[in-house]
């Protein structure tokens, strides 16, 4: 079976919007990101375990609103209280999650394909996200994430840099090319390329 990608139909590589006459380091870069593990982990409420006591590839959960905890390879953003978005390069991690999480205290779901995946990148990214959210992205930091709407579709942010800004975001596979039409239209205006 070959996977298709969520984007395949409208990510177009090129240069697109105000491009002429900038300098190509200054403009917005746009990317799909691909094969990334994405997993969802939840603790019960009935759930008497501490999640404190678990590592993922080195990582500890944190019950922290916003926060983030990284290494080269995973990503662990909150999603909720005791709600949890893995993302990782490592394909073999949702059995190591399995192993490690008990059924009975948490529900671990694999959304790896479920997802459609946009990374953007430049001076003018936070304007991109101003014009279709109403989250104040003055407040964002690296390694914060939000979940929040676009121009009415349900996507995560998350802050891998300040300098330069670079976001990830997530939004669900069924609205992924109105979501990268939302936001490669927010983008003209600054002039993107496209990789």
């Known amino acids: 079976m070959n996977l298709m990608s969520a984007l395949a139909n409208v990510h177009s590589k090129g240069l697109f919007g105000d491009h002429e006459g900038k300098n190509e380091n200054y403009l917005l870069k746009i990317a799909e990101r691909k094969n990334l593990s994405i997993v969802q982990i939840v603790q019960y409420k009935n759930s008497k375990v501490s999640f404190d006591s678990f590592t993922i590839d080195g990582l500890k959960l944190k019950d922290d609103a916003l926060s983030v905890v ?56 936070k304007e991109v996200l101003k014009k279709g959210c109403p989250f104040n992205f003055n407040t964002l930091k690296k390694n914060n994430s939000i979940n929040s709407t676009f121009n009415g579709i349900a996507f995560t942010v998350d802050m891998l840099s300040d300098n330069p800004e670079k976001v990830r975001l997530f939004a669900l596979r069924s609205f992924g090319e109105s979501f990268y039409h939302s936001i490669t239209d927010a983008s003209l205006e600054f002039g993107y390329k496209a990789f």
Do not use: Q
């Open 70 to 125: 990284n290494n080269s390879d995973t990503r662990i953003l909150w999603n909720g209280p005791k709600n949890w978005l893995l993302v990782s390069t490592k394909k073999d991690l949702l059995k190591d999650i399995s192993k490690v999480y008990d059924e009975k205290d948490f529900a671990v779901t694999d959304l790896s394909h479920s997802r459609a995946i946009i990374e953007i990148e430049g001076e003018k990214t």
